[in-house]
């Protein structure tokens, strides 16, 4: 059973920064594709970012592009999400998820690992 565990999360006020991590119970690179995904109660989860986990090349949301960076570290086997200038609406519960099957997109359905998530609050 693969487990991805997040931390990191906190309460920060605008313009400040987080940094999240996610470790996971396996290699890194059984995975083509590893993101940050969000949600807010009462809407549906987004897509923040994902890595290609052979070559590197990382895509974003718009509503965090120039924000957030993601990166991965396979010999620790982590997944960071650094966040900066955060503002109130970036406020979710955020979660990594693995992908093993090809490709690498905002698919939420074609992510095999889940993470349980790690809350991230933003006051005005």
């Known amino acids: 059973q693969v487990k991805l565990v997040e931390s990191g999360g906190g309460s920060v006020q605008t313009g400040g920064s987080l940094r999240l991590s996610c470790g996971t119970s396996?290699?890194?690179?059984?995975?083509?594709?590893v993101a940050w995904f969000r949600q807010v109660p009462g809407k549906e989860r987004e897509g923040v970012a994902f890595i290609h986990t052979v070559g590197g090349g990382d895509t974003y949301a718009d509503s965090v592009s120039g924000r957030f960076q993601i990166s991965h570290d396979i010999t620790s086997n982590t997944i960071d999400l650094q966040m900066n200038s955060l503002q109130p609406q970036d406020t979710a519960m955020y979660y990594c998820?693995?992908?093993?099957?090809?490709?690498?997109?905002?698919?939420?359905?074609?992510?095999?690992?889940w993470g349980q998530g790690t809350q991230v609050t933003v006051s005005s």
């Open positions: 396996t290699s890194i690179t059984t995975a083509r594709c």
């Open positions: 998820a693995m992908r093993t099957g090809y490709g690498c997109d905002f698919s939420q359905r074609r992510y095999t690992y």
